[in-house]
């Protein structure tokens, strides 16, 4: 149909009388990933994830790929979809989750925290890793989004989180930085804290005089 709004909601329709897995389905939505209209990508990559299983490789690499669609809105929902097909836990997805929290556009990076327990469980060490990768990064936007992620999956108390923090107190020159990594850890440390946290928030105070 030459309506783009019309296209996306056939396909969308598709998912609902097609079952998951159809190969049919699949093969029709996945035609429609590089089209010419915005909006029916949009629909396509939804419709791929709705007709795929949890784990599905495939649909994996086809939703990740569209994360560097050349319109706004396609890698917002590629980067909201893609925990929903990725494997759980699984250490290659949690790398491009953690890529993800880099992407130049702030929706894409917030998209991808808001499906953050899609792709991993809570407490998940790899994960908490990735996260606290980026705590140190010189971009506001990408210190704040791996601050809204490590509050989504870190339990508060959690050892690799706290250290995360710690460790951005320690080695970061970055000003801003040390007050975003002090802010978080105040958040998911637990109370009373051991002298690995409470030492270098007292040093931070000291040296950098960071609000509390």
């Given at each position: 149909h030459e309506d783009a709004e019309v296209r996306a909601i056939a396909i969308q329709a598709l998912t609902r009388i097609a079952t998951r897995g159809d190969p049919v389905a699949r093969?029709?939505?996945?035609?429609?990933?590089?089209h010419a209209a915005p909006q029916a990508r949009a629909a396509a990559v939804e419709a791929l994830v709705a007709l795929s299983q949890k784990g599905d490789g495939g649909a994996y690499g086809l939703v990740y790929g569209k994360l560097t669609d050349g319109a706004?809105?396609?890698?917002?929902?590629?980067?909201?979809k893609l925990g929903e097909v990725a494997p759980k836990n699984d250490l290659k997805a949690i790398r491009s989750f953690g890529k993800l929290l880099t992407h130049r556009d702030e929706e894409v990076r917030e998209s991808a925290v808001d499906s953050l327990l899609d792709l991993s469980?809570?407490?998940?060490?790899?994960?908490?890793?990735?996260?606290?990768?980026?705590?140190?990064?010189?971009?506001?936007?990408?210190?704040?989004?791996?601050?809204?992620?490590?509050?989504k999956v870190a339990s508060k108390g959690n050892d690799l989180a706290m250290s995360s923090c710690t460790e951005t107190l320690r080695k970061s020159?970055?000003?801003?930085?040390?007050?975003?990594?002090?802010?978080?850890?105040?958040?998911?440390?637990?109370?009373?804290?051991?002298?690995?946290?409470?030492?270098?928030?007292?040093?931070?105070?000291?040296?950098?005089?960071?609000?509390?």
């Open positions: 093969t029709a939505v996945r035609k429609r990933l590089e706004l809105d396609v890698r917002k929902v590629a980067a909201r469980d809570m407490d998940h060490d790899k994960t908490i890793e990735e996260i606290g990768k980026r705590l140190e990064s010189p971009n506001p936007g990408v210190r704040r989004a791996a601050m809204r992620g490590m509050l020159s970055d000003r801003e930085a040390c007050v975003d990594a002090a802010r978080l850890l105040r958040r998911v440390a637990s109370s009373p804290a051991h002298d690995g946290v409470v030492v270098p928030c007292a040093r931070a105070w000291s040296n950098l005089r960071l609000p509390w």
